[in-house]
């Protein structure tokens, strides 16, 4: 993974910086190899100081009390839909990064496909204009082609210089093979990855879930995975010829984590992440009919799922993120094939990823904190990020990791609330989101 | 039957509740049915069109002694872009006891249940259920044959878009019968055999006709293949219900068929027309078990 040099997109709600420690918590940060009982000072901004327990020089005007608690470098989720511009009846900048916050994260990036599409500079200074309230550190995601329509090209360079961290046509697979080898080019000259939304669309035309028993039972179209894998072999083959940065969005299957690791295993910039809905959930779990298990990509099998949760522990998968996709009541309440795809995901990650990944498969807190983190701002090249080093940016998250509670998504700050883990008993919460030396949330 | 209750699946229905409704089925099969259900409103909801499946609901609600109104797919607000929710819940709000509703989309039913307090019937949705044509189809069944329990039932044909076929497998399943689906890969997924315990997949059709007590062939759904090409010739050849195929089913073998049938393809003439064929029985049958479904399903017997 390469690191792209300047990064942008910091938005300072409130100019009044205060000092600020965290004490006695358990200090993880894997991008230093930190793990013990560390103090942090936080100033200006920045991380001023990490010193053990009781030993920090500096003072500060205020403090946290982590003593229990867990701290790390503030959490990333690179994969958000924040839906404005065009659609903020189902969210907005302001609430989807309100609803990031409680989810203890300090950092999201956003996908361009709003309306109008993020495929051009205005629009991406539009997003990260302070008048839209944004809670949390904002980098959006712009579109690698105009309108997301896989024809012609947007300009990555006023688009990156606007403060786009990388490109995508998120939602719109790219299918066309030069076309997906200029965007390859194009974003290899500027050092920021390519995301593809790996679905073969000619493989999953009226399809609603992943194919297989529960599909037939339901008498629902089925999603192939070979129409995810087949697509990720092809750009892994392209990644190799232009020796760009290929990332793969929200991969749910077996086939393509084999074809990333091949890629891995070649040397290539090939990188991935996976939703906390598909290493949490099966296809099965769709009952009958519950939209709020309609995603895409689809829940997949028995088989796909057990393929993530080794490559989360073996470090094949480079991060977590939620596609958090927000959808009104009304637009999730019709039929199964007609409900649009998609759920929030931000408040329910941290809580997924400790219950399922940390207790019951044994993934060291540490390997959590860097897939939440410390890899994520790796892998969009955001530079001071998903790090606690002396002079990064001073975005912290505080966790509970035993701390025992219910989901329910009628409290979700998020606009909209379509969540399958309604209702759901998890272990570990974010207890204090410092955003750039701020306090954003707090439990 | 106590309460009011939807008929969504035969799925999650037990084997009592399945004969609980062919016992009322039984006794609604009379040349002078008592209108148990006077006075009470039914909507007809068809999305899909629909001669069988819609007439038998109405002369069954009818002879009940309701008020039926048919809304269909091409009149009223359906087209206008009103969401099925909304649909179900203006037609519950003019008084509607019960909505029984026939949809392109599997699990529309379902949506309508969760949002409506009055019962609703489903009288097919997209390739998930057909249940009153799975009762009625038993109840055909168990008219010829004394009991479902190891009957081997064949279901030869378009089993993937086939909602009937689905409503049959759990019921049969159930009861025990052995059920052997038969059909091309493409029509036929491997999957199909998870979906009850007891199905087993053929895909010769001479294997799975052999020592069979019930034939119940299917229609290939063209409407449903989505752009899936099939070489009708070949079909013809490997699955058409022929009278040498039907010899190696057991001497008193039904033939049987849900509608619509297209003679020459599917099934020959001779055989649809033939002594062994109870296909217009099916057709009978189905009003006294619709009968049976609505009253039921409003709680009155
Ligand atoms: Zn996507």
Redesign the pocket.
Known sequence: MKTAGKEFGLIRVNSRLSNLTIRNGLLIDPSQKLEGKYDLLLKDGRVAEIAQAGKLKGKGDENIDARGMIVCPGLIDI?VHLREPGQSHKETIASGTLAAAAGGFTSVCC?PNTAPVNDNADVTRWMLDPARGAHVNVFPIAAATLGSKGEQMTDFASLRKAGAVAVTD??KPILNDAIMRQAFLGAGKLGIPVIQ?A?DTRMTAGSAMNSGPTAFRLGLRGWPSEAESNLVERDVRLAAETKAHYHV??LSTAGALKAVRKGKHNHLNVTCEVTPHHFALIDENVGDYDTNFKM??PLRSKADREALLVGLADGAIDCIAT?HAPHSFDEKNREFDHAPFGIIGLETALGLCISILGVKHKIPLRRIVELLSTNPAKVMGLAGRGTLARGAYADVTVFDAAKKWTYHAKDSHSKSKNSPFDGWQMQGRAVATVVGGEVKFRA | MPKPCSLLGLEHLSADDVTRFLKLARKMHTPHPKPLLRGKRIALLFYEPSTRTRVSFEFAAKLLGTHTSVISADSSSITKGESIVDTGKTLQALGADCIVVRHPSSGAPNVLARNLRIPIINAGDGMHEHPSQGLLDAYTMLRHKKSLKGLRVAMVGDIQHSRVVRSNVHLLSKFGAQVILCGPPELLPDTAAALAPDVKISRHMEEALRKADVIMMLRVQKERLAGLKLDAHKYVAQYQLTPERLKLAKNDAIVMHPGPMVRGMEIQSEIADGPQSVIEEQVQNGVYVRMAILTACMGVA
């Open positions: 994969h996908m998120d939602g939304h679905e969005a929200h895409n990509p596609d």
